[in-house]
């Protein structure tokens, strides 16, 4: 990976916990302005990996990389550079919005450089969080989809290079989903923020990642886009079409073709055609069930080149 834009370069990662391996060599890395979303079952390893790659738990062994250090000897100055959305806070109820993301963001003033404008002016932050209205607000007043807009303002207040976000929508309305979908989409295009979310709203993953990792079984057994997953994982599409008042369907390795000889052969005959290909659910179970019924090292050998 290119020194200039590698920003997460994670190799052999292991994690024991007293007989226990919890992690069993994960391998990935990321570049700048990628969003990369890390999938996997309750009690895959994700919590301990992002903890790891934070500098917040001391890895057991493997190389990691994060900004270009080491997370488990880096400094405030490596840390001012990284932001960190959590799945819930429940400080800072008698502060207003306004003012709490003012006294956050004083901390970063040190760390701005050149290139990066350091904190971000928090005016421009709560429009860009959707909490205009709420400025003035206490925190404790605001509602849960509100609060956790405020999580995410304060996750990136000191313009971080790198931004990890656990469940960032859970409690938001569809709305607000998509406002913050934007907001995902306007920090990685705009800014260049590598992101490294976990959820597990598989539509959520499918809609923001340019790369998803599925860890299971203490590795990650699949890298990829989900059009490229769900490609190595189904080989074959499945087609439903009507004929006649009958419905068919077949399964076929090459749609266009078989489609194309299809309406060769029927015309207008055929109706209510549909092709589907796996979906990233779809993939998504089929891996993870690979995996715990003890195949977890045939999956990954199965995503080898994406690795």
């Given at each position: 990976?290119?020194?200039?834009?590698?920003?997460?370069?994670?190799?052999?990662?292991?994690?024991?916990?007293?007989?226990?391996?919890?992690?069993?060599?994960?391998?990935?890395?990321?570049?700048?302005?990628?969003?990369?979303?890390?999938?996997?079952?309750?009690g895959a390893g994700k919590t301990t990996t992002i903890e790891i790659l934070e500098g917040f738990r001391v890895r057991s062994a493997g190389e990691v990389?994060?900004?270009?250090?080491?997370?488990?000897?880096?400094?405030?100055?490596?840390?001012?550079?990284?932001?960190?959305?959590?799945?819930?806070?429940?400080?800072?109820?008698?502060?207003r919005v306004r003012e709490l993301l003012q006294h956050l963001g004083s901390y970063y003033a040190a760390y701005a450089t050149p290139l990066v404008r350091r904190p971000w002016p928090v005016d421009d932050l709560v429009a860009a969080v959707g909490l205009t209205g709420q400025a003035q607000r206490r925190v404790a007043q605001l509602s849960g989809g509100q609060r956790r807009?405020?999580?995410?303002?304060?996750?990136i207040v000191g313009r971080p290079e790198l931004l990890f976000?656990?469940?960032?929508?859970?409690?938001?309305?569809?709305?607000?989903?998509?406002?913050?979908?934007?907001?995902?989409?306007?920090?990685?295009?705009?800014?260049?923020?590598t992101i490294l979310l976990t959820t597990h709203d598989l539509d959520e993953a499918e809609k923001?990642?340019?790369?998803?990792?599925?860890?299971?079984?203490?590795?990650?057994i699949?890298?990829?886009?989900?059009?490229?997953?769900?490609r190595r994982v189904a080989a074959e599409s499945e087609i439903r079409w009507s004929r006649d008042?009958?419905?068919y369907v077949h399964a076929a390795a090459d749609a266009t073709t078989f489609v194309r000889e299809l309406f060769e052969q029927h015309g207008a005959a055929i109706t209510d055609l549909e092709v589907r290909r796996s979906s990233l659910e779809d993939t998504y179970m089929t891996l993870v069930r690979e995996s715990e019924a003890g195949?977890?090292?045939?999956?990954?050998?199965?995503?080898?080149?994406a690795l």
């Open positions: 990976m290119n020194a200039s834009t590698g920003v997460l370069d994670v190799r052999d990662l292991r994690m024991r916990y007293g007989s226990v391996d919890v992690l069993r060599g994960v391998t990935f890395a990321a570049r700048r302005g990628e969003v990369v979303v890390l999938l996997g079952p309750n990389s994060v900004l270009g250090a080491d997370p488990a000897q880096a400094g405030e100055a490596w840390r001012a550079r990284l932001g960190v959305v959590l799945q819930s806070w429940r400080d800072h109820g008698k502060w807009r405020l999580d995410v303002a304060i996750g976000l656990d469940e960032p929508t859970v409690g938001f309305d569809p709305a607000a989903r998509r406002e913050f979908h934007d907001l995902v989409h306007r920090l990685s295009d705009v800014d260049e923020t923001l990642a340019d790369r998803i990792l599925i860890l299971a079984g203490g590795r990650i699949a890298d990829g886009s989900a059009d490229q997953l769900s008042g009958s419905r195949r977890a090292s045939a999956a990954a050998a199965a995503f080898e080149g």
